[in-house]
């Protein structure tokens, strides 16, 4: 007979709540690099909106231009800003997922080791049992050489 694990119905369902907490975990990540990336981006353009607007400083100004970068300026600011909540926001989602799959991770370990306490257990009494069987086989063949040798 072959070792059954009482509980491995749970176990099996707590290591697929595992795998699914770290595939979020892995999409929740991957959402905060784009996130990185994207406030990255908006950065870049006002760096290059100011450059190009202290490179036209010299020339006449442009009443209609300026209203124009400002404009711009005050939209890439309030797109930085509002990227910039969505990243922390984002942070601790990861973070609280991050905190879900070591939860899930410490409840598989739980059951693993006492599914390997039970294995041990088992093997224990499967070498106990063995062993009775070997000797009462010795046993058997000393009683039978013993009649034959004593008749």
């Known amino acids: 007979?072959?070792?059954?694990?009482r509980l491995q119905k749970l176990l099996d369902y707590r290591e697929e709540e595992?795998?699914?907490?770290?595939?979020?975990?892995?999409?929740?990540?991957?959402?905060?690099?784009?996130?990185?990336?994207e406030l990255e981006r908006?950065?870049?353009?006002?760096?290059?909106?100011?450059?190009?607007?202290?490179?036209?400083?010299?020339l006449t100004i442009?009443?209609?231009?300026?209203?124009?970068?400002?404009?711009?300026?005050?939209?890439?600011?309030?797109?930085?800003?509002?990227?910039?909540?969505?990243?922390?926001?984002?942070k601790d989602k990861v973070e609280q997922q991050r905190q879900?799959?070591?939860?899930?991770?410490?409840?598989?370990q739980v059951l693993e080791k006492l599914r390997e306490k039970e294995q041990d257990g088992y093997n224990r009494e499967e070498n106990k049992r063995e062993q009775l069987l070997n000797d009462e086989i010795s046993l058997y063949s000393y009683v039978k050489r013993k009649r034959k040798g004593g008749e």
């Open 100 to 108: 879900e799959v070591v939860e899930n991770w410490k409840r598989c």
């Open 18 to 37: 595992k795998n699914l907490a770290a595939e979020e975990l892995g999409r929740r990540q991957r959402e905060l690099m784009e996130i990185k990336e």
């Open 1 to 5: 007979m072959a070792f059954q694990f």
């Open 42 to 58: 908006l950065q870049q353009d006002e760096q290059r909106l100011m450059e190009h607007y202290r490179g036209q400083q010299g």
């Open 62 to 90: 442009n009443l209609f231009a300026l209203r124009a970068v400002e404009s711009y300026r005050a939209f890439l600011q309030e797109r930085l800003r509002c990227k910039q909540q969505e990243l922390c926001q984002c």
